[in-house]
């Protein structure tokens, strides 16, 4: 039998291509920015979805870290920046920002940075422009709308990556609620939940085996490497809130091997570095003696160096320095306890979805409504919502903003990502009444704007006005 070589070639680059593709995956992650605590200085960022196993994100607002509680703002001349670690390999497809702006102004860039290389370049330009969402989305309305940029860039090749949002040269501010990332993942790499692990503390009774992971702790603190263990000698502590969700990339995670010799074990972190040392109170990553001795108490666990000359591993917190693991021949400083990776946490799925008001009523010349439901439990994990509209012609919704675009009946239908709930609102939109100068004097001092239900308002000597001028009671 002749077999044609050219014939060979293109089936081997086509098996190529095939077992290529069956290793890269396909996964999106949403990071949606909650709050900023003042007292760490830090954004609590929620996520859900799947990330690169041992993946971070750090999340970064110049002006909401300083002012106010606007943790979320993004005025001009500032910026707001997802960092990412670990996702060297990933390619990403595209982002949908979760934005809204100040009433008539705000404008909004875009950067993608991998290491020191610019992959993207988008310059700030207005929201209401067709570079984002086409019309202005005031932050009064308390909606965010999606806008999603496809993006045609090449994988990471390194892993400190990030994603810049940044504010105009202009007046006006953007504001940004979350971000959802859809990805390919690195070729032969894996996938997991960015949600945070549980541990199970091991005592007396407890037993370890190859391959465990384990996190040292004592006293509400883990251990980390922040200042290098080169220059430091010592392992670093970090405050730990819950042994049941540790989410921080900081917190060392030990993988437990077989020693050279019956009874000892290596500790390998999760950045592939073996736990080793060199004298008392001198631990180091790939050097000295790394093999060791552990035995489980009720009062912690006795981590002792194969050199027992090198003392035990203890929990030490001097009143005039920082809290510290090490290797100490003293008795008295507290051993630390394992706590052993058990599972990740599971995400929590929406119950319920409903809106105060199901039928509604307006007029064509309110241009826009909000529509906000209220999303049971409060602490459910994706809270993205799906819009749609039955009826285009007259209604067309985003993120819960909803444009009038003609008169007759539409029903928006809300269903939560993670398909737990959904709802329904009928509007009716009548004809415009021909009606387009404000009634109300925005400028008396007693006439503010405010909400009511789904729509803005302008009160005046307890009256209420739509932003038509129409009286509505």
């Given at each position: 039998?002749?077999?044609?070589?050219?014939?060979?070639?293109?089936?081997?680059?086509?098996?190529?291509?095939?077992?290529?593709?069956?290793?890269?995956?396909?996964?999106?992650?949403?990071?949606?920015?909650?709050?900023?605590?003042?007292?760490?200085?830090?954004?609590?960022?929620?996520?859900?979805?799947?990330?690169?196993?041992?993946?971070?994100?750090?999340?970064?607002?110049?002006?909401?870290?300083?002012?106010?509680?606007?943790?979320?703002?993004?005025?001009?001349?500032?910026?707001?920046?997802?960092?990412?670690?670990?996702?060297?390999?990933?390619?990403?497809?595209?982002?949908?920002?979760?934005?809204?702006?100040n009433s008539k102004s705000g404008?909004?860039?875009?950067?993608?940075?991998?290491?020191?290389?610019?992959?993207?370049?988008?310059?700030?330009?207005?929201?209401?422009?067709?570079?984002?969402?086409?019309?202005?989305?005031?932050?009064?309305?308390?909606?965010?709308?999606?806008?999603?940029?496809?993006?045609?860039?090449?994988?990471?090749?390194?892993?400190?990556?990030?994603?810049?949002?940044?504010?105009?040269?202009?007046e006006g501010s953007v504001y940004?609620?979350?971000?959802?990332?859809?990805?390919?993942?690195?070729?032969?790499?894996?996938?997991?939940?960015?949600?945070?692990?549980?541990?199970?503390?091991?005592?007396?009774?407890?037993?370890?085996?190859?391959?465990?992971?384990?996190?040292?702790?004592?006293?509400?603190?883990?251990?980390?490497?922040?200042?290098?263990?080169?220059?430091?000698?010592?392992?670093?502590?970090?405050?730990?809130?819950?042994?049941?969700?540790?989410?921080?990339?900081?917190?060392?995670?030990?993988?437990?091997?077989?020693?050279?010799?019956?009874?000892?074990?290596?500790?390998?972190?999760?950045?592939?570095?073996?736990?080793?040392?060199?004298?008392?109170?001198?631990?180091?990553?790939?050097?000295?003696?790394?093999?060791?001795?552990?035995?489980?108490?009720?009062?912690?666990?006795?981590?002792?160096?194969?050199?027992?000359?090198?003392?035990?591993?203890?929990?030490?917190?001097?009143?005039?320095?920082?809290?510290?693991?090490?290797?100490?021949?003293?008795?008295?400083?507290?051993?630390?306890?394992?706590?052993?990776?058990?599972?990740?946490?599971?995400?929590?799925?929406?119950?319920?979805?409903?809106?105060?008001?199901?039928?509604?009523?307006?007029?064509?010349?309110?241009?826009?409504?909000?529509?906000?439901?209220?999303?049971?439990?409060?602490?459910?994990?994706?809270?993205?919502?799906?819009?749609?509209?039955?009826?285009?012609?007259?209604?067309t919704v985003n993120g819960g903003?909803?444009?009038?675009?003609?008169?007759?009946?539409?029903?928006?239908?809300?269903?939560?990502?993670?398909?737990?709930?959904?709802?329904?609102?009928?509007?009716?939109?009548?004809?415009?009444?021909?009606?387009?100068?404000?009634?109300?004097?925005?400028?008396?001092?007693?006439?503010?704007?405010?909400?009511?239900?789904?729509?803005?308002?302008?009160?005046?000597?307890?009256?209420?006005?739509?932003?038509?001028?129409?009286?509505?009671?």
């Amino acid at each position: 039998m002749i077999f044609n070589n050219n014939i060979a070639g293109k089936l081997m680059v086509m098996v190529a291509i095939f077992a290529t593709s069956l290793c890269v995956q396909a996964a999106e992650v949403t990071y949606r920015i909650v709050e900023f605590n003042k007292t760490t200085g830090d954004f609590f960022i929620a996520a859900s979805g799947m990330v690169p196993t041992n993946s971070y994100v750090y999340f970064e607002n110049q002006y909401g870290a300083t002012t106010g509680n606007r943790y979320n703002q993004i005025p001009r001349n500032k910026q707001a920046v997802f960092y990412l670690e670990g996702w060297q390999g990933c390619r990403i497809n595209s982002i949908t920002f979760s934005m809204c702006s100040n009433s008539k102004s705000g404008q909004a860039g875009l950067v993608i940075n991998d290491g020191d290389t610019q992959l993207y370049n988008l310059r700030s330009d207005d929201f209401a422009s067709d570079t984002w969402f086409g019309q202005w989305v005031s932050k009064d309305f308390g909606v965010y709308v999606d806008i999603t940029k496809h993006l045609d860039i090449p994988a990471f090749n390194t892993d400190e990556a990030s994603i810049t949002v940044k504010g105009g040269t202009n007046e006006g501010s953007v504001y940004l609620n979350a971000i959802t990332i859809d990805y390919d993942e690195a070729p032969n790499s894996s996938l997991e939940s960015p949600l945070g692990w549980i541990y199970e503390k091991l005592t007396k009774k407890s037993s370890i085996a190859e391959g465990d992971e384990i996190m040292l702790f004592r006293n509400g603190c883990a251990a980390t490497d922040i200042d290098g263990m080169e220059k430091s000698h010592y392992l670093d502590a970090i405050p730990v809130a819950s042994t049941s969700d540790v989410s921080s990339n900081d917190v060392l995670c030990f993988t437990l091997g077989k020693g050279d010799e019956p009874n000892y074990w290596t500790m390998t972190s999760q950045y592939g570095h073996l736990l080793g040392a060199t004298a008392k109170q001198t631990l180091a990553w790939d050097e000295g003696s790394t093999q060791w001795t552990i035995s489980l108490g009720y009062d912690g666990a006795t981590i002792t160096n194969a050199n027992a000359n090198y003392g035990t591993m203890r929990y030490n917190a001097p009143a005039e320095s920082y809290a510290r693991f090490n290797l100490y021949t003293s008795k008295t400083l507290p051993l630390p306890f394992i706590y052993r990776k058990d599972r990740q946490r599971e995400p929590e799925i929406s119950s319920s979805l409903t809106f105060d008001n199901t039928d509604l009523t307006v007029s064509l010349d309110e241009g826009h409504i909000a529509l906000r439901p209220t999303l049971k439990p409060a602490s459910a994990t994706d809270q993205r919502i799906q819009w749609s509209s039955n009826n285009e012609s007259v209604a067309t919704v985003n993120g819960g903003y909803v444009t009038l675009v003609g008169v007759g009946t539409a029903t928006i239908s809300a269903q939560t990502k993670d398909g737990g709930a959904s709802a329904t609102v009928r509007i009716t939109v009548n004809a415009a009444t021909g009606i387009d100068k404000t009634v109300v004097d925005n400028k008396s001092q007693t006439a503010y704007k405010t909400i009511d239900g789904h729509r803005i308002v302008v009160r005046n000597k307890g009256k209420r006005y739509g932003l038509n001028g129409i009286k509505l009671y």
